[in-house]
C-alpha cells in the first residue's frame, strides 16, 4: 500500500512567520493546521498569543486553539495525544495535517516519541502544592538556578516544566538536559519532514518589535486587564503567556507606558533565542527554510522536499 505523502511540521521562535507559511501550505497542497503552540489553547489569550484570525480560521481549519478555558491544565501528554488524534482524522478525510508552532517540547514529542524519563505521582503532588504558584516558582528558580543550571537556563519562564525538571532531579540526581542527551539520539518518525523557518537576526528583531507594537494598538492591554479580572494570574499554566504579566505590570503601576513596548519587545527576543537554540539542538534533521525566499520558492522547497520523504517511505 503506498503511503500517504508525508506531512510537513512547521517551528521556529516567535515571529517568524509560521502561521503565514502554515496557511500558505494548506491553501496549496490542502491542508489543515495543527496549533503546536502552548499558549493558544486558551480561550480568551488571543491578542497576546497571536492566534489567526477568524476569517483565516474560517478559511482554513485550525486545531487545538480554543479548547480549554484559562483555569485548566494542558501538558505535553495531552499535546501529544491530540495532536496524535487530529493528524489520524486529517489524513482519514484525505487532507494534510500540518503541524506549526513554537512549542519546542510539543514538537519534539510529536516527531521523537515521549521520553522515558522517571516519574512519582506523590512526589509531583508534593511539588505542584509547594511551587505552582508564582511565590513558589521564583522559590523554585533560585533552586534549579543553582543545582540545574542547564534546566534553568531552558524553562526559566516555564513554572510546569521547570517543576518536572525539579521532579527529575530528586529521583535521578541527574538534570533533565542530562538524560535528554539519550533521548536526543532517537530517529524521528518517518512520516514526516520538519522545517525550521530562520529569518536574520536583525530582521526578527524588527518583526517582533513591530509585531508587539501592533498588538499594544489592537487592544492587548484591554485584553490583559479583562483576563485578570477572570482569574488569569491564578490560572495553572495559561498566566505565563508571553507579555501578560509585563502589562499587569504596567496595570498596577510599575511600568510606564512608554517603555512598555520594548520591555516585552526584549522579553521576547530572549524568549526567540532560546527557541532557537532548542530547535537546532532538539531536531538536527529540520529543514531550514530562509524566510527571505518568497512564498512560492518556500513552497517549491517543502513540496520537493515532502515528496523526497515520500519516496525514501516506498524504497523501505
Known sequence: MTPPLPF????????????????????AFDGEIISADSMQVYRGLDIGTAKPTPEERREIPHHLIDILDLQERFDLFSFREQAEAWIADIRARGKLPIPAGGTGLYLRALLYGLDNMPSDRELRKKLDAEFDSPDGFEKLKEIMRKRAPDDYAKSSMHRRRLIRSYEILLLTGKSMTELQKTWKRNE??????????LRDREDLKRRIRLR????????????????????LFSAPTAWQALGYPLIREFLDGTIPRDSLAERISTATWQFARKQLVW??????????????????????????????QKRIQENR
Open 212 to 231: 508587539c507594537e501592533e498588538m499594544l494598538r489592537s487592544g492587548w492591554i484591554e485584553e490583559t486587564r479583562r483576563l485578570r479580572e477572570q482569574g
Open 8 to 27: 510537513p511540521v512547521l517551528m521556529g521562535p516567535t515571529a517568524s512567520g509560521k502561521s503565514a507559511l502554515a496557511l500558505a501550505c494548506a491553501r
Open 279 to 308: 530547535f537546532r539542538g532538539q531536531h538536527p534533521g529540520a529543514v531550514a527554510l530562509d524566510m527571505s525566499a518568497s512564498t512560492d520558492e518556500l513552497l517549491e522547497r517543502i513540496h520537493s522536499a515532502l515528496e523526497r
Open 188 to 197: 524521528a518518525r518517518p512520516d514526516a519532514v520538519q522545517f525550521l523557518l
